[in-house]
C-alpha cells in the first residue's frame, strides 16, 4: 500500500520487505522529521502519535545537573523504520525499543532514532531514552528563554512554544497531547511539582525525596511543568470538589497570598462562564520574581514569575480550557489561547462590578489601553489569526485584538448565544485541538450568525479597525 506513494528509487532504498504467511508485509520508511507548523516547521514529528509520557527524573540544584529516563508509549502511524524525537541539548546515553537497544544520532534539535526491528502501522510501542547533563534555557524567536530554568535553588522547567525540548525528549508540537507521570527525586529539603496530582512522597533513604506526579488527562508538552525549590505548600478544595495544591517559593509567601486564596472561588466563577473544570486538580508555582519574563499557564498549575496579582491568576486558570483542554491546532492560532484568557479577564472584572468588557473595548477602539494594565500599546498591529512570524505570537494584538474578535461577536450575537457559544466550544473540543477555521466555523453553526465581517476586519483584516 505505501509503496505506491514513493518513488521507484526510494523505495528500494527506504524499505524493508519481510515475508509472512500471507505474503509480503511492506514496513518500514522514515517519520517525518517535522510537523511543518507555520511558524516552526521542526516541531513535533511524523509517524506516532504518543499515548504516554513516563518522565523520570533526578535533579540536585546544588550542581544544576539534571538525570532522565523518558518512556514514551506511542501508537505508530505508519511503517517505521525510523522516528524522530525532539531533544536539545543534554547528552542521551541510551535508546532502546521495545526493550532492544536501538541506534541513534542527532541533528540540531532532532534525535533520530532506528529501531532494532521496523515498527509496524498501528503496532503500540515504548522507546526509553536514557539522558543527562545541564540543561541549557532554549532561547525563542522573540528572545524569550524557555526550558529548563535554573534559580537560586531550584529550576522550573516552561515550555511555550518550543521549550519542552530542553529538558525531555518528545513529540513536542501541540497537536499531539499524552498522559504523563513525572517522578522527581530531589535533595531532601527540597519540594518537586509538576503537573497533576502528587501520588506518592517518599524518602529513598539516601538524603533524597522522590515526588511521583500524575497527570490523566491530555496534555500538550509545552504545558508540561517540574519546579524545584524550596516551597511552601498549601493544599485545598473548591467548593465543588477540585483538588488545590499551591506551591510557593518562601520569598513570595506573603505577597501570593491575596490571590491565591480567590482562586477555589475564580474556578467555580470560571465553570460557569466556560463550562466543567477539565482537570481533576488546580494549582500555583510561584517562582522566586525575576525568575522568567512570563507566566505560563502550565497545566493545572500556572507558574508564575514571583507573587502574581488576581488578573493574572485568573488568566491562566482560563487557559486551562482555552489552551490547555483545547489546544491549538498550530502555532498560528493562538489567539484561540491568549484572545479567550484575555477576554476571561475582562469578564471577571465585569462581573465582580468592574470595568465592563464594552467600556475597555470602547477605550481601546478610541486608543486609550490604560483600562487594561498589561496591555501597552500596538494591540492593532497585526491581525491575530495572521500573526507576521514566529517572533510574534505573543505579542499585543494576538491577547487584546483577540479579545476584542470576542466581544464583537457578542455584540453581534447578544450575550445568551454568546455565553453558549463559549460553553459550545470547550465542550466540543474538551481535550483536543481546534484551529482558527474551527472556531470561526463552530461560532457561525452555533449562534446561526453571519459573522463573515467580524473575520474579515477584526480576525484576518490589516489595518485599525474602526468599530
Ligand atoms: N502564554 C503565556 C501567558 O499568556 C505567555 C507566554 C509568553 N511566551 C513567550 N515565549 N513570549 O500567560
Ligand atoms: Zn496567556
Not at 9 to 16: F, G, I, Q, S
Not at 51 to 63: F, I, Q, T, V
Not at 339 to 353: I, N
Request: charged residues 20%.
Amino acid at each position: 500500500m505505501e509503496l505506491k506513494r514513493l518513488a521507484a528509487p526510494a523505495v528500494t532504498a527506504l524499505l524493508v520487505l519481510t515475508t509472512g504467511c500471507t505474503g509480503a508485509t511492506v514496513q518500514g520508511r522514515p517519520g517525518a522529521s517535522g510537523l511543518r507548523d507555520p511558524f516552526f516547521p521542526r516541531a513535533g514529528n511524523g509517524g506516532y502519535q504518543v499515548d504516554h509520557y513516563a518522565l523520570d527524573l533526578a535533579y540536585d540544584p546544588a550542581d544544576g545537573r539534571l538525570h532522565g529516563t523518558a518512556v514514551i508509549t506511542a501508537r505508530a502511524g505508519q511503517g517505521l523504520s525510523s522516528f524522530n524525537l525532539d531533544f536539545s541539548g543534554l547528552k542521551v546515553e541510551a535508546v532502546d525499543v521495545q526493550g532492544a537497544a536501538a541506534r541513534y544520532n542527532r541533528t540540531g534539535n532532532e534525535l533520530t532514532v532506528r529501531p532494532a526491528k521496523d515498527l509496524k502501522k498501528g503496532e503500540v510501542f515504548r522507546t526509553t531514552v536514557d539522558y543527562s547533563g545541564r540543561p541549557k534555557p532554549v532561547v525563542d524567536p522573540d528572545g524569550s528563554e524557555e526550558g529548563w530554568i535554573t534559580t537560586e535553588d531550584g529550576a522550573v522547567a516552561v515550555g511555550e512554544p518550543v521549550g519542552s525540548m530542553g529538558w525531555f525528549p518528545g513529540n513536542h508540537h501541540p497537536s499531539d497531547k499524552a498522559a504523563y507521570d513525572v517522578t522527581v527525586t530531589v535533595p531532601d529539603g527540597y519540594e518537586a511539582v509538576s503537573n497533576g496530582r502528587l501520588r506518592s512522597r517518599r524518602e529513598t533513604g539516601d538524603g533524597r525525596t522522590e515526588f511521583a506526579w500524575h497527570s490523566p488527562e491530555p496534555m500538550a508538552s509545552y504545558l508540561a511543568t517540574v519546579a524545584v525549590g524550596k516551597f511552601r505548600v498549601s493544599t485545598g478544595r473548591t467548593p465543588s470538589g477540585v483538588e488545590v495544591y499551591n506551591a510557593v517559593d518562601g520569598g513570595e509567601a506573603a505577597g501570593s497570598e491575596a490571590a491565591l486564596k480567590r482562586l477555589p472561588e475564580m474556578v467555580e466563577w470560571a465553570s460557569t462562564r466556560f463550562g466543567p473544570y477539565p482537570f481533576g486538580t488546580a494549582g500555583s508555582i510561584v517562582m522566586p520574581a525575576g525568575t522568567l519574563a512570563y507566566a505560563l499557564e502550565t497545566q493545572t498549575k500556572p507558574v508564575y514569575p514571583g507573587a502574581p496579582g488576581e488578573e493574572l491568576v485568573l488568566h491562566e486558570l482560563a487557559h486551562q480550557w482555552f489552551g490547555n483542554s483545547v489546544s491549538p491546532k498550530s502555532w498560528k492560532d493562538m489567539w484561540l489561547n491568549e484572545g479567550f484568557a484575555t477576554y476571561a479577564e475582562w469578564l471577571w472584572s465585569e462581573d465582580r462590578g468592574g470595568i465592563t468588557a464594552q467600556r475597555r473595548f470602547e477605550a481601546f477602539l478610541a486608543g486609550d489601553t490604560s483600562v487594561d494594565a498589561e496591555a501597552g500599546g500596538g494591540w492593532d498591529a497585526f491581525p491575530p489569526a495572521a500573526p507576521p512570524g514566529a517572533a510574534q505570537v505573543s505579542d499585543a494584538p494576538v491577547y487584546y485584538r483577540g479579545a476584542m474578535v470576542l466581544h464583537r461577536i457578542r455584540q453581534e450575537v447578544g450575550d445568551e448565544a454568546f455565553f453558549g457559544l463559549l460553553r459550545g466550544w470547550t465542550a466540543d473540543h474538551r481535550h483536543g485541538n481546534a484551529s482558527t477555521a474551527d472556531f470561526t466555523a463552530y461560532a457561525q453553526r452555533r449562534t446561526g450568525h453571519d459573522l463573515k465581517k467580524v473575520w474579515d476586519v477584526w480576525l484576518y483584516g490589516q489595518g485599525r479597525p474602526r468599530a
